[in-house]
């Protein structure tokens, strides 16, 4: 594999990994708002875990959305 595109993968790893953290940041501050307002555990696992996965989804597509704008101008 050429050097370049170990450093690409390797790159695209510790991107990956920054996003997770992020996204369970969020989660994690979502249930807890959502645990202050007094609603059962299921409602608060459910809130947490939509807001993990919205966040992880728009940290995946910022990086493709960067290169389309590129691309255009």
């Known amino acids: 594999m050429p050097e370049s595109t ?3 993968g ?3 790893q510790l991107w990956l990994a920054l996003y997770v953290a992020c996204s369970m940041v969020v ?3 979502v249930s807890l708002l ?4 007094g609603v059962g555990t299921t409602d608060v696992v459910l ?3 939509g807001g993990f996965a919205t966040s992880f989804a728009l940290c995946l597509a ?3 959305a960067v290169r ?3 691309r255009q101008g």
Do not use: Q
Request: aromatic share 10%; proline share 5%.
């Open 6 to 8: 170990a450093r690409s």
């Open 10 to 12: 390797y790159t695209w």
């Open 27 to 29: 989660g994690l501050v």
């Open 34 to 37: 959502v645990l202050r307002s």
């Open 47 to 49: 809130a947490g875990g």
């Open 62 to 64: 910022l990086p493709a």
């Open 68 to 70: 389309e704008l590129k």
